[in-house]
């Protein structure tokens, strides 16, 4: 009797090898993070899709399980990430915060807000209110993990309790720490969107797609976070292997342009085409920037004699939106502007080219206006880089 008590507590209900035990962590805290990214951020707080009762009610209490966390909380203070990222009212933004903070003590965080009932009341609507919901997953929401435990420990006995420590620590590590805190800290940017959001690698897969947080804060309500040929979103694999089975619906997706490379003169679809592909047309203009840059380079090495360390921290400035620039930023440019028209040209028609959409008070036809005459200059400009962009610009349909 007592050898079998033993042999329980050793190794539990199922025996397992350490492989197997490894296996078995790493296919439920997936689960986890394919619940998070799907049901909690995705579904309910951007409301990108619709997914039928059996996967919703699934999540729903696999979190419950596995995390604790309430719907109503998560969705509410990631609505209010978004509406004031990186200020002081964000509430985990390494911006603000520092990256120490966040990536350490993002749960607490997280708990912190979750108490706060403003948060809770202007940016809760919307989600789950039910029976189940009100009377065991938020008013119980510590019963769950706790069962989970027990599990742990009748599936692989005393081993069972490092299961469940890496299924508790997970979402606060990948979720608080790494989306919240390096998601807006270091990576690449596709896309310069009002934060300071970034792509941590292209290949979400360990995150469940969140990696690609840069792309995801440009195009908040889409249920792909993908955007690139090269990158993955192993969250959008999965909804559209539930789409497909019919138990999820997408509502919405990032805008892919549309070329007509026929078009002579910029029309109204052209105009609508480059309003909504606004972060895509401002993409491919730094990439054309770029461009201009290394065919001046030369030129300010050689005869204008600009240091090594003046012309890498300029070439960075010409990347950033014109707007978030700060008067000494400003200066170095007018500096590198004194030897260099064709990058003054490019910066200026840059700022140009972006307050088209930012002029709602302009009717159509003025703002067409605006944009076939800023081709016709950028066209007559002798700049190669930004002759090309326009050709490109003036197809979009």
Same mark, same amino acid.
């Given at each position: 009797m007592f050898n079998a008590i033993l042999d329980f507590l050793s190794n539990g209900v199922t025996g397992a090898s350490a492989w197997q035990v490894v296996v078995f962590t790493l296919v439920v805290t997936h689960i986890t993070i394919a619940a998070v990214t799907i049901y909690l951020h *995705? $579904? %309910? /707080?951007?409301?990108? @899709?619709?997914?039928?009762a059996i996967p919703s009610h699934f999540f729903r209490f696999w979190l419950w399980l596995t995390t604790g966390m309430v719907t109503k909380e998560w969705a509410a203070i990631h609505r209010k990430h978004h509406a004031k990222c990186d200020t002081e009212e964000d509430p985990h933004s390494p911006v603000t915060r520092g990256i120490k903070k966040v990536f350490w003590e993002g749960a607490e965080l997280y708990r912190a807000e979750s108490k706060n009932l403003e948060t809770m009341e202007k940016f809760g609507h919307g989600t789950p209110d039910d029976w189940i919901e009100r009377n065991l997953y938020t008013k119980h929401s510590a019963y769950g993990i706790v069962a989970m435990l027990f599990i742990d420990l009748m599936l692989f006995g005393v081993v069972g309790l490092s299961v469940w420590a890496v299924q508790m620590i997970w979402i606060p590590i990948t979720a608080a720490g790494i989306i919240n805190g390096i998601g807006h800290y270091w990576g690449y940017r596709n896309y310069d969107c009002n934060d300071a959001a970034t792509n941590i690698i292209p290949f979400g897969i360990i995150i469940g797609g969140e990696e690609l947080h840069n792309n995801h804060h440009t195009f908040g309500t889409s249920a792909k976070l993908s955007s690139k040929w090269y990158e993955f979103d192993i969250g959008w694999m999965y909804i559209r292997i539930l789409e497909i089975c019919g138990l999820a619906k997408v509502k919405k997706v990032a805008p892919a342009p549309k070329f007509n490379h026929t078009k002579l003169v910029p029309d109204l679809d052209t105009l609508q085409s480059v309003i909504a592909n606004r972060y895509d047309v401002m993409a491919k203009y730094a990439k054309s920037l770029k461009n201009a840059w290394h065919e001046e380079r030369s030129h300010l090495t050689d005869k204008a004699k600009l240091g090594s360390g003046f012309l890498k921290s300029s070439k960075k400035l010409l990347q950033r939106e014109p707007t978030k620039l700060e008067a000494p930023q400003k200066q170095q440019l007018t500096e590198l502007f004194l030897?260099?028209? /064709?990058?003054?040209?490019? #910066?200026?028609? *840059?700022?140009?080219?972006? /307050?088209?959409?930012?002029?709602? #008070?302009?009717? !159509?036809?003025?703002?067409? %206006? %605006?944009?076939?005459?800023?081709?016709? !200059?950028?066209? /007559? &400009? $002798?700049?190669?880089?930004? %002759?090309?962009? &326009? @050709? +490109?610009? +003036? &197809?979009? &349909?």
């Open positions: *995705r $579904g %309910q /707080a951007h409301r990108a @899709l619709d997914l039928h030897h260099s028209k /064709a990058l003054q040209t490019m #910066h200026e028609m *840059r700022v140009e080219l972006g /307050a088209i959409w930012e002029r709602s #008070h302009f009717t !159509r036809d003025q703002l067409l %206006q %605006q944009l076939q005459d800023w081709c016709a !200059r950028a066209e /007559a &400009s $002798g700049i190669k880089s930004l %002759q090309d962009f &326009s @050709l +490109r610009l +003036r &197809s979009y &349909s």
